[in-house]
């Protein structure tokens, strides 16, 4: 970073405003210049201004301590450090500023501003205000003082002390540390490296040992608050659960013997009540069967309903025709009524409308003159309304507007006066904590050694408690290794006898193995469940070659009654076409023989002349028959067609009803060849069922074998041989099973007895390790209660002074940091409150002037609009008034919009009228046709009804059913009769199905009656197992609640396990933390930082040689023990010096190489441009002094503006640009820049 600019006024001695721009001549281009003045004429107070514009702290503050009082003018006293105390005696006000490149490129603004309260001499100093500002734009980035530093420091990469050691050299800062001892030396190079870090992780390290060492002693604690059954309780429990154990197990056998007697009582149960159930279902299907008689008679009244399906439905629908033809016959006379009635009323309502549009376009007319004076009018009062309403919106906004103004500028005032107020009040409670403001100040330190007082009393206090309690735990563990050898030696006596008794079971168990392998069972279950298949398909084909027969006799049947249909079908046929012959014979002599004996043919006849042509056929002779033998004649036609036609009508019957007889016949002969399919079908499953299971069963050596074909008494031999045979092996099993029961007992407690020596083992050597750990643990404990102790007595000893002094003498009072805290907290809480009532009085002053304008011009303004706006209102109401008589103030637009809307609806409704009374005389046109064509609808419907219904009383007739009958039998469901027919069918099923089970059932109960009951009611072995299982319960209770104890102790002593891994694993993180806090922790962080700094002070050393070189050739530092420094004296062969034998001269020019080098390692990298250096140069001899500003003027060549603060004239003398600080008298001094071109 670089320095551009440093302004200022009332800075000390400096009162005038100033500013000095290092960016303008002769500064801009001098490497080097100077500062020159008298003593006292304000030379530091330039850099004091750039110091505190930019971090809002001076060098000199820094010599006073914070508990330092010194007087103000308004009578009060403040702080020796605070940065106000710069202010120039007798000024109100006093800032300063510095604009500067950062590193960013751009360039900035910073500012620090003091003042008095209301800006008076007399008044009280208030908070300091500060700004950072982009130079560029004036942005403000900001405002606040410690955001104006993090901001700053941000900007630049340096804080305020790498800013005093890279770009600032101040007074006393050379020599300080030549002359600083070893511990002040420590100091000075951690407040000026920044090794402080350092001493952070020192502290950091110390502290995260003593957590360690916490942690460990917790987990010490942990372990012997538990407690552990000892070896022979844990042996008595196994014991009695063993005990237990075996006498449920032989109550378990005896349980299973009492329930296997209850199941042969239950299943003989069942059977006879499966025996009695079965019996009762093949009543009950036998009674469904018998209460189906309704459903076959109705299932028959289906079959002789489904031919008359079509005649019923003709007749129905030429009812429906008849009934629609007449309906609209009706409607159709009663439209034409209708249509002429309409057509009247249509005839006048044409005439009236008329005359009414001929009436209001007359009057339309008239009113055209009114129209446009209104109009005019209406016009004129638009827009003055229009006029009046923007001056009444203006005025209201006026108003709104001067009242805003008004209230603004009330809460300014208000605003004004309640920071004043907080001012005050802020004031007042700064003067009440003075006491506590040395606290205040000093309160990061102070905090942190009071945690570590108490931090260190807790350590001691918890030292003393865990040895207590690890000499506790050793006591313990030294019994409980006595008892863990006892118990190892009983188990390892149990775990011998058990192993004879396992090798004994085994003896007896592998002969029973050998001749009853596992396999030999599984066969017999898969022999029994595929003899249980061959039983279900020997059932499958019974019941097939049953549905088969009753299949072939239903065909055979159903083909008769074909053949029967089918000939009567024939012969109806034949009579038919004989009568339809003769009906065709017939018709053509009836015919004429009416036409001979018609009135028009006696007339002709009458008429007849012999010799004159016949005017019908021509002819000239006239023979003429007797009138009474053409009577006669057509007579006996007639009769014989009738008898022709009653002939055809019988034969048509009947050729229905046979034709219904054979499709009846043709269905049942279906269902009945279907049926016969489905009988196939089932024999066939049956036998390959039967063969797929004798093809399996032939597979099984244990099974006898069956034939190819389904046999039932080999199948019974069978079953009863297999049956035989698992009950043998089911006596072999159990016997291996209760070898294998007791196998695997001896083996699980052998098991046990292994873990139980193993476990031994283990806490023999568990507790030979601990015990090793404990009398460490004891050690180690004594030597951190010493310590804390050690820590405790020296931080009281510091501490105690200081508490005195706040009225605190307890360190160990309750509540003392509480107490504190709250103090210090009131003290920042009312500097935070005062500072932010200056910053906001600074802040309302412009706006408050601002405020009171703008209230003043916004009520002119709402005065002159409220005058606009009556004006505008009288224009409007005379214009109003002038209006009001015509068209009765009704708008123009809306009265002509009305009138003319009357008028187009007159002659709207003249056009309806007109086209409405066309319409009336078409529909009556219309409704004439309709009537025509209806009655002859009409006609020809009743003609096909009759012919209808005719033929639907012949089939009804020999069908021998009423037509409601057939009505109700064709409204059910089309899949009613098949229905029944399966409910029939399945009925029949249930019947055969339930003679089936109940011979079943009854074989059942047989076999079970054959093998016979046991000797005890089922009564008394209930009352045995009950009393059984409450013993076996029992006991099993007894026994859970001992497994329960030993799962206790076994996870108690799990957890011991893992705790001890625990308690190695922090023992261990304990020995690593410990030998690092041994290399460099320490509870203030001495150590550690003593290593950086050492480190620190090598690499400083080596470049002050550099300059030194320079400066002095004849003189090398070099680091002595610890932090102490020495010269080398070239010109002595090296021999080394004390720093304190250097004359002055050569003392300022090693302390010169050692400030330079501070400004190379102080800025963490950043570069800064401008270096400042107030130190006089009075010591040096001419010699000295040229080799002093030859040194620095080599500065310029890294890039560097050096500025040398002195009085000595020889200095001045060789640097042309200076900076000039005169004084003036009282105090005041001013400055002038000099040199070339000025």
């Known amino acids: 970073m670089r320095i551009l600019s440093i302004s200022g006024q009332n800075i000390a001695s400096l009162a005038a405003p100033f500013r000095i721009d290092f960016t303008t001549a002769p500064l801009a281009g001098a490497g080097l210049f100077a500062i020159t003045g008298e003593t006292g004429a304000g030379k530091s107070s330039i850099l004091d201004a750039m110091c505190l514009a930019l971090y809002g702290d001076a060098p000199r503050l820094a010599a006073g301590a914070r508990s330092d009082k010194v007087p103000d003018a308004a009578g009060e006293e403040i702080s020796a450090s605070d940065s106000r105390a710069i202010l120039r005696r007798g000024a109100a006000t006093g800032w300063a500023e510095v604009r500067f490149a950062a590193r960013d490129g751009a360039e900035y603004i910073a500012r620090w501003q003091a003042r008095r309260a209301r800006d008076r001499v007399e008044g009280k100093l208030q908070s300091v205000a500060r700004s950072l500002a982009r130079a560029e734009d004036g942005q403000v980035l900001a405002a606040q003082t410690q955001a104006v530093t993090e901001q700053v420091e941000a900007l630049t990469g340096l804080s305020y002390e790498e800013f005093r050691r890279t770009v600032l050299l101040a007074q006393g800062d050379f020599d300080a540390f030549l002359r600083a001892d070893t511990g002040e030396r420590a100091n000075l190079l951690e407040k000026v490296t920044g090794t402080g870090l350092y001493r952070a992780v020192s502290i950091r390290v ?40 075996e006498a449920n197990a032989t109550s378990a056998a005896e349980r299973n013997r009492l329930t296997e007697a209850l199941a042969r009582h239950r299943r003989h149960a069942e059977a006879a009540a499966q025996v009695q159930s079965a019996a009762i279902a093949l009543r009950d299907a036998e009674a469904r069967q018998a209460e189906a008689g309704a459903a076959r008679a109705e299932l028959d009244r289906l079959d002789r309903a489904a031919p008359l399906r079509l005649p019923w439905q003709a007749a129905t629908e030429a009812r429906t025709r008849l009934n629609s033809a007449r309906t609209a016959a009706e409607a159709a006379v009663s439209a034409r009524s209708d249509a002429a009635q309409a057509l009247d009323t249509q005839a006048q309502l044409a005439e009236q409308a008329a005359a009414a549009d ?109 040895l207590v309690s690890i000499r506790e735990r050793a006591q313990a563990l030294a019994q409980e290794a006595d008892a863990a050898a006892k118990a190892e030696a009983a188990d390892q006596a149990a775990e011998t ?29 898969r022999i029994e469940t595929d003899l249980a298949e061959l039983a279900r398909a020997l059932r499958e084909a019974a019941e097939a070659a049953a549905s088969q027969t009753a299949a072939d006799t239903a065909l055979q049947a159903a083909r008769d009654q074909e053949t029967q249909a089918t000939a009567q079908e ?167 099973a209760a070898l294998r029961a007791r196998l695997t007992e001896i083996s699980r407690t052998r098991d046990s007895l292994r873990r139980a020596l193993a476990a031994h083992r283990a806490t023999r050597e568990r507790l030979a390790a601990a015990a090793t750990e404990i009398a460490k643990e004891i050690a180690r404990t004594e030597e ?24 605190e003498h307890d360190l160990a009072a309750p509540g003392l940091v509480d107490r504190l805290s709250q103090q210090v907290s009131a003290v920042g809480t009312a500097r935070a409150a005062l500072q932010a009532a200056t910053e906001a009085l600074t802040a309302l002053a412009p706006q408050l002037a601002a405020a009171h304008s703008g209230a003043e011009t916004a009520a002119a303004q709402a005065k002159a609009a409220d005058q606009a706006a009556r004006d505008r209102a009288e224009a409007l109401d005379r214009l109003s008034a002038a209006r009001a008589p015509l068209l009765d103030g009704e708008p123009t ?33 219309a409704a004439d046709a309709r009537g025509a064509e209806t009655a002859r609808t009409a006609t020809e419907a009743a003609q096909a009804q009759t012919a209808a ?36 069918r399945a009925l029949e099923d249930a019947v055969t199905a339930a003679r089936s089970a109940l011979l079943a059932r009854k074989t059942d109960l047989q076999a079970l009656e054959a093998e016979g009951l ?55 993180e304990l020995e690593v933390w410990e030998a690092v806090n041994k290399a460099i922790g320490a509870r203030s962080g001495d150590r550690f930082a003593r290593i950086a700094q050492a480190i620190t002070l090598d690499v400083l050393v080596d470049h002050a040689n550099r300059h030194l070189a320079d400066l002095n050739p004849r003189y090398r530092l070099r680091r002595a023990a610890e932090l102490a420094l020495q010269v080398e004296d070239r010109d002595m062969g090296d021999a080394p010096r004390a720093t304190r034998s250097l004359s002055g001269g050569e003392r300022f020019l090693v302390s010169l190489a050692l400030a330079l080098a501070l400004s190379q390692m102080g800025g963490k990298g950043t570069f800064a441009g401008t270096l400042f250096i107030d130190e006089g140069f009075g010591a040096l001899d001419a010699g000295s002094l040229d080799l002093a500003i030859d040194a620095l003027e080599t500065l310029q060549s890294q890039g560097r503006q050096v500025g040398v603060i002195s009085h000595v004239e020889a200095m001045q003398a060789r640097i042309a640009t200076r900076i000039a600080v005169r004084k003036e008298g009282g105090g005041r001094s001013s400055l002038r820049v000099e040199g070339p071109g000025v």
Request: hydrophobic share 50%; charged share 25%; aromatic share 2%.
């Open 1014 to 1068: 046991p000797e005890d009611s089922p009564e008394a072995l209930a009352t045995q197992l009950a009393a059984l299982e409450s013993e076996i319960e029992t006991r099993a209770q007894e026994i859970g609640h001992l497994q329960a104890d030993l799962a206790r102790d076994a996870q108690t002593r799990a957890a011991l396990a893992d705790l001890a891994t625990e308690t190695e694993v922090a023992r261990a």
């Open 570 to 736: 024939s012969a109806a046929k034949q009579a038919l076409e004989r009568a339809e012959v003769q009906i065709a014979a017939l018709t053509a002599p009836l015919e004429q023989a009416d036409l001979a004996l018609s009135d028009a043919a006696r007339s002709l006849r009458a008429q007849l002349a012999d010799g004159s042509p016949c005017p019908v056929c021509g002819a000239l002779e006239h023979p003429t028959p007797a009138e009474a033998g053409l009577a006669h004649l057509a007579e006996r036609l007639r009769a014989d067609q009738a008898a022709a036609r009653a002939a055809a009508q019988t034969a048509r019957d009947a050729l229905t009803t046979a034709q219904g007889a054979r499709a009846t016949a043709e269905a049942r002969a279906r269902q009945a060849t279907e049926d016969q399919g489905r009988a196939k079908t089932r024999a066939t499953a049956a036998r390959t069922l039967w063969a797929e299971g004798q093809a399996r069963l032939a597979t099984q050596p244990l099974c006898p074998a069956l034939p190819d074909t389904p046999d039932s008494a080999a199948l019974s031999a069978a079953q009863d041989q297999i049956r035989a045979l698992q009950t043998a092996e089911t006596a072999a099993m159990a016997q291996i």
């Open 893 to 925: 637009a809306a009265h002509r919009s009305r009138f003319n809307e009357s008028r187009l609806a007159a002659q709207e409704a003249h056009r309806t009228a007109a086209a409405a009374l066309a319409t009336a005389q078409a529909t009556l046109a």
């Open 206 to 245: 110390y502290e995260r040992t003593e957590a360690a060492r916490g942690a460990h002693a917790q987990l010490l604690a942990r372990a012997a608050e538990h407690r552990l059954l000892t070896d022979d309780a844990r042996a008595a429990l196994v014991a009695e659960i063993a005990a237990k154990s």
């Open 949 to 984: 219904e005719a033929a639907l009383a012949a089939a009804l007739s020999a069908a021998e059913m009423t037509e409601a009958d057939l009505a109700a039998l064709i409204a059910l469901p089309p899949e009613t009769a098949e229905v029944l027919r399966a409910e029939l």
């Open 497 to 525: 006898t058990l192993a004879q008794a396992a090798e004994a079971a085994q003896a007896e168990l592998a002969p029973l193995e050998a001749a009853h392998p596992p396999a030999r069972v599984r066969d017999l279950a």
């Open 784 to 807: 951190r209660g010493a310590e804390a102790t050690a820590q405790r007595d020296r931080l009281a000893a510091t501490l105690a002074p200081m508490l005195a002094a706040a009225g």
């Open 358 to 466: 001929a009436e209001r376009e007359e009057a339309f007319k008239a009113f055209g003159p009114i129209w446009t004076r209104a109009a005019d009018l209406d016009t004129q009062i638009a827009t003055a309304a229009t006029e009046a309403d923007s001056a009444q919106a203006q005025a209201a906004t006026a108003r709104h507007a001067a009242e805003t103004a008004a209230r603004q500028h009330a809460d300014l005032v208000a605003a004004e006066t309640r920071a004043r107020t907080a001012e005050a009040a802020a004031e007042t409670t700064l003067a009440g904590l003075a006491a506590v403001v040395p606290l205040a100040d000093a309160w990061g330190p102070l905090r942190r050694d009071l945690d570590a007082h108490r931090a260190a009393s807790d350590a001691a206090r918890t030292a003393a408690k865990a």
